[in-house]
């Protein structure tokens, strides 16, 4: 008869969980940072083209070169929806980990594209085909990016902390755009004007292109999310299949996903615009403009976090996408009002508080979208929904403000962004709990066994893991 050793028992019981847990490290690390690198090289193009535009967009009046890159940027948003729709199923059938390595590396190139360009005085015409052609394809991979590694993240996440691992995408995107605007900050601050618009705007691209190799190897070592694992085996849909699947089963799902992501207009005003906005309306200088955003964004990406934690142990709906929603109906108005009134401390100010009230909706919107789908189709549902909605609202935003700015009407900024936000607030109502509190949760099969066997009872209704898995939670 054979005895089993106490100390090989013991030191295999600590070895699984430290196992464990460093994987769980390296593709929260994988999700993370190619997350950050992908909106890191987006919004550094919004920032930064008040500055190139004259050199790609040559025109005799500086703010129709403005117009035109700002159009180029919004082609980029134009694709996104195709690339959500498109490829999302893909992501759904062969994992997604390739569709987020291809995206990073999608992502990067563009930069590297944008940031190599010559001027249109070097190459003429070549040079704003160039730039359009980078931005199809950073498009392209931004319109795989966002639902795949929301799904990727949350699918990672341990029953009860889907919250916080969910709002970890969007602390990224806050991250990249602090980086995106510090980038932006230090280059118009540390380069001569002659100097800056030659060649300083440059080194945000290129260093973004270096990042996304770096993002690239992160995830090619990651590993595949288990839920989609257990659930790929015994679903072998195409990708029509799932779309179609997805518009039958799920719309309800697709216009609550829709109304969570519109408020995206309110984000890409603040992140992308803002900063120009107050040098238009205000002769701010742009460089202490960019300074004063990335001060505020400090806030947004410690509110995130923060806020994805506390819906683990006080629910999501009732709490976080009503709350923001209804802070920046009743904030931007009075922000951008307060934006006429002169000095760099009330600038600081007026980013801040947006970027609070943007980080409370941001906090826990991705985590509700992936529990409102099943994993055969959750990346196709959050990309269908929210890609579409992205491209109309957010690609469009910086345009539509500078028509407004330029229409002599800057206020109507605020205006616009309101009345999208309360409708979005309507739908907001409708959203299923899925914190702690509530009584269902969209779960895996895997998750839900691990939850009874190591941390507390629960009762199971159905173990199918493509379908909602009931779990009885403590009422707190």
Not at 257 to 272: E, M, N
Request: glycine letters at 8%; proline letters at 6%; aromatic letters at 10%.
């Amino acid at each position: 008869m054979t005895t089993s050793h106490p100390a090989s028992v013991t030191s295999a019981a600590v070895e699984q969980p430290s196992l464990a847990r460093k994987g769980r490290v390296r593709n929260l690390l994988a999700g993370t940072v190619g997350h950050f690198v992908e909106w890191y090289d987006w919004y550094v193009y919004g920032l930064l083209a008040a500055v190139f535009s004259s050199q790609i967009f040559p025109s005799d009046s500086p703010f129709a070169s403005l117009m035109a890159a700002f159009l180029t940027y919004a082609i980029g948003f134009v694709v996104r929806p195709l690339s959500g729709i498109i490829l999302s199923p893909f992501a759904d059938r062969y994992g997604r980990r390739r569709v987020l390595a291809l995206a990073v590396s999608g992502m990067a190139l563009g930069a590297l594209i944008i940031g190599l360009t010559p001027s249109f005085a070097t190459i003429g015409y070549l040079a704003p085909i160039l730039f359009v052609l980078a931005r199809i394809l950073q498009g392209i991979s931004a319109g795989t990016e966002g639902q795949s590694a929301i799904a990727y993240m949350v699918e990672h996440a341990p029953a009860n902390r889907r919250g916080l691992f969910g709002s970890f995408t969007n602390m990224a995107s806050g991250l990249a755009t602090l980086a995106a605007t510090g980038a932006a900050a230090i280059v118009t601050a540390s380069f001569a004007p002659d100097a800056l618009a030659a060649y300083g705007w440059r080194i945000p691209f290129i260093i973004g292109g270096v990042f996304g190799v770096i993002g690239l190897v992160l995830r090619a070592r990651s590993d595949e999310s288990p839920e989609f694992e257990a659930n790929a085996l015994d679903d072998q849909k195409s990708a029509p299949a799932r779309l179609r699947e997805l518009l039958r089963n799920h719309p309800k799902a697709i216009l609550q996903t829709a109304a969570l992501s519109a408020p995206a207009v309110a984000y890409y005003t603040w992140a992308t615009f803002l900063p120009t906005y107050a040098n238009l309306t205000s002769g701010r200088d742009l460089s202490s403009t960019l300074a004063g955003s990335a001060i505020g964004l400090v806030l947004l990406v410690i509110v995130v976090p923060v806020c994805g934690y506390l819906s683990d142990r006080l629910g999501r709906r009732k709490i976080f996408p009503i709350i923001g929603a209804i802070g920046m109906i009743f904030l931007f108005f009075p922000l951008l009002l307060l934006l006429q009134t002169p000095g760099f401390g009330i600038y600081v100010l007026v980013a801040a508080s947006g970027w609070v009230v943007l980080g409370i909706w941001q906090s826990v919107y991705p985590t509700i979208q992936a529990e409102l789908f099943p994993a055969s189709v959750r990346v196709s549902g959050i990309g269908f929904a929210h890609q579409i909605v992205i491209a109309i609202f957010g690609g469009t935003a910086p345009l539509i403000a500078a028509a407004f700015v330029g229409a002599g009407q800057p206020m109507l900024v605020a205006v616009y962004m309101i009345v999208i936000v309360a409708l979005c607030l309507l739908v907001y109502f409708t959203l299923p709990e899925t914190g702690s509190r509530a009584p269902k949760a969209t779960v895996s099969a895997t998750d839900s066994i691990a939850v009874i066997l190591s941390e507390q009872p629960a009762h199971i209704e159905t173990l199918n893991p493509d379908a909602a898995v009931s779990i009885g939670s403590p009422q707190n």
